[in-house]
């Protein structure tokens, strides 16, 4: 995929040498960046609207706050810095899969428990990366914490793109089931629809694609695209298929939007923030079309 890569870049290099495009399209980073917002655009939009009707909006933080201990671990096994996805992979499905066994187990609501697995690995995750911090260089873990999308590597394109098409293979044939199961258990399990198990499968969905988006939008930050967007369309749309269609398209210009704007008016704003903070506004602006214009009103809360 290597090559592939390279050919979209030369080809933007191409435009902006002839001045058809804008001139910071003749940089390599820019096509890497716009490539990882076209996958993780999508992807979180689309999995975010299951994110907000299970309420599970700080699972994700968890498990990004869960990839700073993958980070500190992977250092002490000797893995790069840069890339160190065995161990937050590995660290995070075991994070992930505890905590929902743990939710299976327990009399706990589910956001007292996912506040208390949110505690333990963010003080795990700091304690770890402290400890660690003389070895490796602080702005690494700076990037890990709110994401670097301009500086993405082949290899983070590529991971990204491995967990974008293992989703989409396990996830758009069972998208229905995991929506009925999300909205109405009781009903789903009437149906026949194994509800624990796509709970699961459903986790591990979340966990691997929030750990391939930590280098890319942060660890703090990736929770907040994973719902903002979703957030915005709950807010507009009251059939199903049109709340997944929008919280896809919101995402996808939120991602788009947050790496153009900066580079192009010159911004002294990191491109993981600017994304969120267009997400926001879409937040807001749907928020008082909602209060505003009537028709909005029955859209479910």
Excluded at 41 to 56: A, S, W
Excluded at 94 to 100: D, H, M, S
Excluded at 150 to 163: G, K
Aim: proline share 3%; hydrophobic share 55%; with cysteine.
């Amino acid at each position: 995929m290597n090559e592939v890569y390279e050919a979209i870049r030369q080809t933007l290099q191409a435009g902006a040498h002839a001045q058809t495009l804008p001139e910071m399209f003749q940089y390599g980073f820019v096509a890497n960046a716009l490539l990882c917002g076209l996958l993780i655009g999508p992807l979180l939009g689309g999995i975010g609207t299951m994110v907000v009707v299970k309420r599970m909006a700080f699972f994700s933080q968890a498990i990004g706050n869960a990839a700073m201990t993958g980070v500190g671990i992977g250092v002490l096994l000797g893995e790069s810095v840069a890339a160190p996805y065995y161990s937050m992979f590995g660290f995070c499905l075991l994070f992930g899969l505890l905590l929902n066994y743990t939710r299976n187990h327990t009399k706990l609501t589910q956001d007292t428990l996912i506040g208390v697995f949110l505690a333990v690995s963010l003080a795990l995750g700091s304690s770890l990366l402290l400890f660690v911090s003389a070895k490796v260089n602080t702005h690494i873990l700076e990037a890990v914490l709110f994401g670097s999308i301009l500086t993405v590597s082949d290899t983070d394109i590529n991971v990204l793109l491995a967990v974008a098409l293992l989703c989409a293979l396990v996830g758009l044939p069972l998208f229905n089931q995991m929506l009925l199961s999300s909205m109405n258990p009781s009903l789903a399990r009437v149906r026949g629809v194994p509800v624990h198990l796509l709970e699961y499968v459903f986790v591990v969905m979340i966990t691997l694609l929030t750990v391939a988006c930590v280098k890319i939008v942060g660890a703090v930050l990736v929770e907040a695209l994973l719902l903002i967007p979703a957030a915005a369309a709950r807010n507009l749309i009251s059939s199903v298929r049109g709340f997944v269609l929008t919280s896809i398209v919101l995402s996808t210009v939120s991602c788009l939007a947050g790496i153009y704007i900066p580079m192009r008016w010159d911004l002294a704003v990191p491109s993981g923030g600017a994304i969120i903070l267009i997400a926001a506004m879409f937040f807001l602006l749907t928020t008082v079309a909602r209060a505003v214009f009537g028709r909005f009103r029955e859209a479910r809360a």
